[in-house]
């Protein structure tokens, strides 16, 4: 074969998707952007895994390789901003498979907190159903049309429709941002316009998931799953699963979005062009680390901040200026030192003050690990008249249960949540536990080093039947929504 041929087939490889041609984001998925706060500029940076994995410990290196310093907090649904835009196939799918994808979407699609929904369909066509921002009602209603909707034949080209919401993604101020696939997986769309959309996504920072709920008699192809890889999404393919197996992706699918860390990195002292890399160990022990990210400094820093940059790299002048200064020190202690002694003679003694500790809350003793653990809560937002929708009994205890109204209450053993539960292995702000107007139960981790396990299992987010056993640290709590369930002196 000649090396004008061996060049064609290479293209061609790279064209059908044989060899890596679209670069895979890092396992550490990061941004990060100057900001203006306070006066000082910050660096603010996202960090998650593309799993949903934990992190322990996480820091931030320049592009010497230096440790740049900087305080972060977890990621949560409460305080940070999620924008997600779904993509739905309707069209080459039989009445069950529609049934299959409006239960996802009706679980999934679920605008709690500071969520943003959006959802479009494509069948001969794409139609937004569902504007970012949606209220939940109108949600319901999308994926309900969805499933009572009639089959409808047609070949739609997915990337063909997915520029559009990408730039809403884009333009939405939002913390993270996330288009959603939601179809059977085929494509035969071209290499070119499959790198248009990856540059576009990338560029507004929005990652791409490709979820495959259903399988047509269509011709099946990687190119999805590429833009999930390249944009820090992921792909899961639950097409020849069971609807429970389709509930557990909605229910778990928001933990891969919604890990990890933000981090405020300290501008001051970084020249004003830098690179900075993340680099996390997971609860396994394993390091990931972000692809290095250029940032560009919005502001200066002061005449003598850059003074003392300089001599930190000068050592000879580094030296001269201290010697001069340790000099005038000495010469100012001779003067001051005698009239220091004068004045001490004159000076009660000091008294030791006690410590105060601001990590904990002013808490009983019985708080301590070992303890009984007490359960406390307050009134909800709605009227205590409403009937409860579910109730949190702690285990092994005579303790009245805690009712579940519709909203949200937040759980943790400082008594300014919703729930207190004063045990010492619960963090001040554990978990938020959620109900639906529908009924829902749902739990979620606010990014704590103990987590939110149910029935054995870690989760960040997860949805609630009657009888699960919750625990947060050493705390064991069952979930009741029968309340035939409940112990006899709770029920009365």
Not at 11 to 37: I, M, Q, R, Y
Not at 259 to 283: F, H, K, M, S, Y
Not at 383 to 388: G, I, L, N, Q, T
Request: proline share 4%; with cysteine; net charge negative.
């Amino acid at each position: 074969m000649s090396r004008p041929q061996l060049a064609l087939v290479a293209s061609l490889a790279a064209f059908l998707g044989l060899g890596v041609t679209v670069l895979s984001a890092a396992p550490l998925v990061s941004t990060c952007d100057p900001v203006e706060e306070g006066g000082a500029e910050k660096i603010v940076c996202q960090a998650r895994t593309m799993t949903g994995e934990a992190m322990t410990t996480i820091k931030a290196v320049d592009g010497d390789g230096q440790s740049v310093s900087f305080t972060s907090e977890p990621y949560t649904w409460t305080a940070n901003t999620t924008a997600l835009y779904f993509v739905v196939q309707t069209s080459e799918l039989g009445s069950d498979q529609l049934r299959r994808v409006a239960t996802f979407l009706g679980r999934a699609a679920f605008p709690v907190g500071k969520r943003k929904i959006g959802i479009g369909t494509v069948d001969t066509g794409f139609k937004e159903r569902a504007a970012l921002g949606a209220y939940r009602l109108q949600v319901t209603s999308v994926a309900r049309d969805v499933g009572d909707a009639s089959p409808v034949r047609a070949n739609p080209e997915l990337v063909d429709y997915l520029r559009d919401p990408i730039l809403k993604l884009g333009n939405e101020a939002a913390d993270r941002k996330a288009l959603v696939i939601v179809s059977d997986g085929a494509s035969s769309a071209a290499i070119g316009k499959e790198q248009d959309i990856v540059k576009l996504a990338r560029d507004r920072n929005v990652a791409i998931y490709n979820l495959i709920l259903t399988r047509t008699d269509r011709q099946q192809s990687s190119v999805m799953s590429r833009l999930a890889d390249a944009t820090g999404g992921a792909t899961r393919d639950v097409s020849s699963s069971s609807s429970d197996d389709v509930l557990e992706l909605a229910s778990s699918f928001f933990g891969l979005i919604e890990n990890g860390q933000v981090l405020r990195l300290d501008a001051r002292g970084l020249p004003e062009t830098t690179d900075i890399t993340l680099r996390a160990t997971l609860t396994d022990g394993r390091t990931i680390a972000s692809d290095p990210m250029k940032i560009s400094r919005l502001t200066e820093d002061p005449f003598h901040i850059r003074i003392f940059d300089q001599l930190k790299n000068n050592t000879i002048a580094l030296v001269a200026i201290s010697g001069l200064g340790i000099g005038f020190a000495m010469i100012l202690l001779s003067l001051l030192v005698p009239r220091l002694r004068r004045k001490s003679a004159t000076v009660d003694a000091d008294v030791d003050l006690p410590e105060f500790d601001d990590s904990a809350p002013s808490e009983p003793h019985n708080t301590q690990h070992g303890g009984e653990t007490q359960i406390l809560f307050k009134s909800w937002s709605k009227a205590v008249e409403e009937a409860p929708r579910g109730w949190l009994q702690l285990v092994d205890s005579d303790q009245p249960p805690v009712p579940l109204r519709v909203g949200s209450a937040r759980v943790g053993r400082h008594r300014e949540n919703e729930i207190c539960l004063m045990n010492m292995s619960v963090h001040r702000r554990h978990a938020v536990v959620h109900v639906s107007q529908d009924g829902v139960f749902s739990i979620h981790d606010l990014g704590t080093k103990n987590g939110v396990v149910v029935n054995g299992v870690r989760y960040n987010q997860r949805d609630l039947a009657d009888g699960d056993l919750i625990e947060l640290g050493e705390v064991k709590l069952r979930f009741v929504a029968d309340e035939d369930n409940l112990p006899p002196s709770a029920a009365a």
